[in-house]
């Protein structure tokens, strides 16, 4: 064959080559462009510490809209395996499996107010040793930015990986669908915490004709769309509630504007609270809980473990059934002190310290205090510590929304 003729097919070969393989560039940067960026924004910025229980420590920024706004307009999912489903097909394109579990989880949360007006969230995470993702999201299409905390052994990463792989990676752009608590850039903040409701735990699974959610969807929603508690409120009565992972949830809410409400799903008390379907929402707001008790009713600021507040409820059951019942006293012995005004975000992470699970002689069963963050709901920034390393200044991180 004739030389010229074989350089110029070679020629011809090599730009129809290089012309398909910029077509699936740009059909790859079109489809991911958003997942791509979101996944090059991972940072690992502290190590683990086996001897110390603490797992690694990673950031992330969120770029897009994560395929919310189409998450709702679905209508929301019913159970993990319907979100699990939902975020395959539209994060990946159905091309990567991704999964999502949740365990037993042992809190703390409170508001309070500092000394120059400034309202604050905090909040404690008890569980075993994890790693944890601090993930940023942008504002979207008349949505919030926000700042949230997640526990990656909820999306199935192991525990004991010492750095993320790819597929650890990928897996990662799940996150905003899993937070545990976060602040959002109008001020609102919000938390879940086990509640374990009936004689074996059961799951809260309404079954009405609202669009429905599962646990940390509903906290996700609150970031993304609340503006106040009372948008927070109206969300979380627009759906019906499935709880994750065969137990119970409950909420704290708060805004800049010092107002705060508990969500719970309740029917009976804990003997007879057996039927997750027949739970209805109850609200109970800071200054409009006198029911509750004389001390909550006393009290301008909120605060939350792991056990019902609703009067009654555990009414004939044995007192170890409400679960952090220590801590619940406790948190509330070092607020009253000053009437929840404390001197700075510094000041209410001391009170998550002084509550810490390794910090002092509790009821609480899990093994350390994975992250402890004061959320200021004014400046929207979020003041966070790495499984109560109080005192190192490498576990400590300030984030912004600004």
């Known amino acids: 064959m004739n030389t010229k003729l074989i350089k110029k097919i070679s020629m011809w070969v090599g730009i129809a080559l290089l012309a398909i393989i910029l077509l699936l560039g740009i059909i790859i940067f079109a489809t991911w462009h958003n997942e791509i960026s979101t996944l090059f924004s991972i940072d690992h910025v502290r190590e683990r510490n086996d001897e110390h229980l603490d797992g690694d420590v990673y950031m992330m920024e969120v770029s897009g809209g994560f395929y919310l706004d189409k998450f709702v307009q679905q209508g929301g999912a019913s159970s993990d395996s319907e979100l699990i489903e939902f975020i395959t097909n539209n994060i990946t394109k159905g091309l990567i499996d991704m999964g999502l579990s ?58 004991d990986d010492d750095e993320l792989g790819l597929m650890d990676k990928l897996t990662c752009l799940a996150a905003p669908y899993a937070p545990l608590d976060g602040v959002n850039d109008a001020g609102v903040s919000c938390g ?53 992972a065969k137990t119970s949830y409950h909420y704290m809410v708060a805004d800049a504007s010092g107002r705060s409400v508990i969500l719970e799903w309740v029917t009976g008390n804990d003997a007879t609270d057996n039927d997750g379907s027949a739970r209805e929402l109850v609200v109970t707001y800071n200054d409009n809980d006198a029911h509750i008790g004389e001390i909550e009713g006393a009290c301008d600021y909120q605060w939350i473990t792991n056990f019902l507040i609703q009067p009654g409820y555990y009414d004939g059951i044995d007192a170890s059934e409400k679960k952090g019942y220590d801590r619940y006293e406790r948190i509330y012995e070092e607020l009253a002190k000053t009437d929840g005004i404390v001197k700075d975000e510094q000041a209410a992470m001391d009170i998550l310290a002084i509550v810490g699970r390794r910090t002092w002689n509790n009821d609480d069963g899990n093994g350390c205090t994975v992250h402890s963050v004061v959320y200021n709901l004014t400046d929207k920034t979020a003041l966070w510590v790495s499984n109560e390393n109080y005192d190192d200044p490498t576990a400590v991180f300030k984030i912004s929304l600004d």
């Open 192 to 244: 879940i915490y086990m509640s374990y409701q009936g004689e074996e735990t059961v799951p809260t699974n309404q079954n009405t004709d609202k669009p429905d959610f599962t646990s940390t969807t509903l906290l996700r929603l609150i970031l993304d769309y609340a503006d106040d508690i009372d948008e927070a409120v109206e969300i979380a009565s627009s759906y019906d509630l499935h709880d994750s």
């Open 102 to 159: 949740e365990s037993e989880i042992a809190c703390s949360s409170f508001t309070a107010q500092t000394e120059d007006g400034d309202r604050l969230f905090g909040r404690n995470y008890d569980f075993s040793k994890t790693n944890t993702c601090l993930v940023k999201t942008e504002a979207n299409k008349g949505r919030h930015a926000s700042i949230s905390t997640v526990d990656l052994q909820f999306l199935g990463i192991d525990v």
